[in-house]
Structure formats: C-alpha cells, structure tokens
C-alpha cells in the first residue's frame, strides 16, 4: 500500500505563482493541497470563486471547493508553500515555522539571512545543513527554506556545471524577463507593449547575491563564492519566460564543445534519487543558432530545465551563451516543490 500524501497549504494561493502551486500539485504523489491562504480579498470564498484561473489546464475540481483561509487561522498542514508578497511574507511565514512547520517560500524575504538555506537541489543540497542552525537559534520546530529569484536559479543551474569542470571566476549577465514575473496582472499593458523597461527594482541585486550564495559553502555559517559578478535586468513584451545574455570567464579556459559537454552531461541529486519533480536533464542545450526562445523552449521538461544555447567564444570574458527558463515553474513554485521532494527523502519534513 503506498504511503498516504502529506497535506500542504498554499499561502499567496489566488496569485500566479500560487496558481503555480496548484497546477503542479495537482496528482503529485507524495503532497496534497489541503489548503489554501489568501488576503483578505479572497479569505471565505471557495478557491473557483476568489481565483481569476489564468492558466491553460482546467482549475482541479477538488481543490476549486477548498474555502479561502486566513493568515491569521491556525493551519493543520506540516507543509506550507509561501508564495506571498514580500511586504507581508516575513511576519506570517515565521509564525508558520514557529508553529513546527516546513516553509517552503518563494519570497525574497528570508533568502539571505545567515541560517536560511537558499536551495538548489541540483547545485547545494549540503545547504540544507542551516536547517538545524536555524532551529538553534531560533528556537524552532519548524523551518523556512528559501528559493532562489526566477533568474537567479536559471542562470545558476548552467553555472553550477561550468563551476564544477572548470572553476569560474566572473560572470556578466544580462536579462530579458518576462512578464508574469511581476504577478498578476503585473505591469500595465501600455508600459510592456513595443516596449522594454531596463529596470526590475532589487533585481540586480538579487541577481549578484544570491548567485555568490547558492555557488558558495556552508560549514556551520555560508561562505559567498569567490566571483567577480554584475547583472543587468530588463523587462521584455513576452509572458512566460526569462532569458538571459551571460558571458562567463573560468579559471580553466574550455573550448565551446566543452562547455556544451558540461552543460550536457550534468546531473545531480534530484536526478539519482528520481524526485517526482527532476528533471531528467537540468540542463538542455539547443545547437540551432536562433534558440533558445521563449515560446519553444520554456516548457523543456515540463518547465523544470533551464535551456541554453549559443554557446560561443567571447572575446571579453571568454565563453558566452543564452539560457531561458519558465519564471514561474522552475523559477518559482516548481523550485519550492523540488526542495520539498528533497527535504521528503532526507527525512526533514516534520511528518
Ligand atoms: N511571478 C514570478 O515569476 C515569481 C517568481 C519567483 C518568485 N516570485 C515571488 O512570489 C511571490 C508571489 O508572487 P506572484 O507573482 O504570485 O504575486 P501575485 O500574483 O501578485 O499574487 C499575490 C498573492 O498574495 C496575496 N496577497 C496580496 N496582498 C496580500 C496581503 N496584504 N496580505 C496577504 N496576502 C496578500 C494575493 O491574494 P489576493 O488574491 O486575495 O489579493 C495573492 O494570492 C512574491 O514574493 C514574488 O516576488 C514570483
């Protein structure tokens, strides 16, 4: 008899990246949406009547009966996915994990703090460590654990092959970023069409910080990779989908059938232990000269790879290539469910 599946609450669960979550729990094998959190706006209704449902497969039936809850009601689920905005996600997602549960969140709030891993689960599983640091000094049962930026996390999971066979020693990256990367209905229509904005607020930064922290160590406190790194973001007229520009200079300069090979041959935990979410390949590469593009590329392993293409030498830095990743799957609620699996099989999920 297989074992029963752990309910999980959804926190932020009307927004798109909450959608997210429900979309992709839906007939997941271990977790089941037991319950669904949104603002004051929602709180009371049934989830079909307090969602807008934006995507294209049908909204679950079981989960559209679910009654809105509110931050302040006492949850029953060991497992919360946060996909809150950042302005209310510190007070109410550290409440949840005060209470003894496992906070799987998409918010920027808690990325950088000093016992917070910011995970990967193909790039520094060993993070999960600061589980039991946190606990200490906070005094906890439960915990949070963040994941990365939705260009941040693309762009590391190319990086992390490049580090590993060649040492890396500085990045430029340059964004094209989709729209549903501001929520919905995000950024007004006039301001995106026959347009591009050259400014995400805090994404550069994000970019340039959590990258030295996901590539970095942890032996009892989290040590920044040793890298030489400046992001520029833009927002571009295209709906799901980040691309980015990136020019790498390693340590061990490698031919670009190298750098393919890295890309290629690259597999790591979710993929030994089979994790229902993993990609069979993290990283796909595209030997067309015009790919990757969003509107082809962004459903690679059902939006869990990151793609990467035109890989090329550069006269600057080195190597240059383009990658694209889906902002809200991999870069979001697909990333919280992975780290989850993860905390599953290792044991750290309070059930
Ligand atoms: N979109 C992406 O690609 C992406 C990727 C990575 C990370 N993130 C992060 O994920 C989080 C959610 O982003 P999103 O794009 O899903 O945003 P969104 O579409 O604007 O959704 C926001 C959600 O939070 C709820 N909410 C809004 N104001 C609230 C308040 N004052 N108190 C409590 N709940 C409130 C909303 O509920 P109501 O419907 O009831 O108002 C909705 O469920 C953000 O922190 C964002 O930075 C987003």
């Keep these: 008899m297989s074992a029963p599946q752990i309910p999980v609450a959804v926190l932020g669960a009307t927004g798109a990246v909450g959608q997210r979550f429900v979309q992709l729990l839906d007939g997941h094998p271990w977790f089941r949406v037991a319950e669904l959190v949104a603002s004051d706006r929602s709180a009371g209704k049934p989830y079909r009547e307090a969602v807008d449902w934006r995507l294209p497969t049908a909204l679950p039936e079981d989960v559209a009966a679910l009654v809105v809850r509110d931050y302040a009601d006492r949850l029953d689920s060991p497992v919360v996915f946060s996909a809150l905005p950042g302005e209310v996600a510190g007070e109410i997602e550290q409440r949840m994990a005060r209470e003894g549960r496992a906070v799987l969140t998409n918010t920027s709030t808690h990325r950088m703090e000093p016992d917070v891993p910011l995970l990967i689960p193909e790039v520094n599983p060993d993070h999960a460590c600061a589980i039991a640091l946190q606990r200490r000094n906070r005094g906890w049962t439960g915990f949070i654990a963040a994941n990365p930026n939705c260009s941040a996390i693309h762009l590391v999971l190319a990086l992390k092959p490049l580090q590993q066979a060649f040492g890396l020693e500085a990045v430029a990256v340059t964004t094209l970023q989709a729209v549903s990367g501001a929520g919905y209905p995000g950024v007004p229509s006039l301001d995106m069409l026959d347009n591009v904005v050259p400014y995400i607020g805090g994404e550069e930064e994000k970019m340039e910080e959590e990258t ?42 490698a031919l670009p059938e190298e750098v393919v090979a890295a890309f290629e041959t690259f597999r790591a935990r979710p993929q030994e232990l089979n994790l229902p979410s993993a990609p069979k390949h993290p990283v796909v590469v595209r030997r067309e000269p015009n790919r990757p593009q969003p509107n082809l590329d962004r459903d690679a392993e059902r939006g869990m790879a990151t793609v990467v293409g035109r890989v090329r030498p550069c006269p600057l830095l080195g190597t240059k290539f383009v990658l694209l990743g889906h902002n809200t799957i991999r870069g979001a609620a697909g990333a919280s469910i992975l780290n989850a699996e993860l905390f599953k099989v290792e044991g750290l999920l309070p059930v």
Excluded: I, N, W, Y
């Design 212 to 253: 030295k922290k996901l590539l970095g160590g942890f032996d009892g406190a989290f040590k920044p990779a040793d890298l030489a790194m400046s992001a520029q973001c833009t927002r571009v007229p295209v709906r799901d989908g980040h691309t980015e520009c990136v020019a790498v200079r390693l340590r061990d300069p």
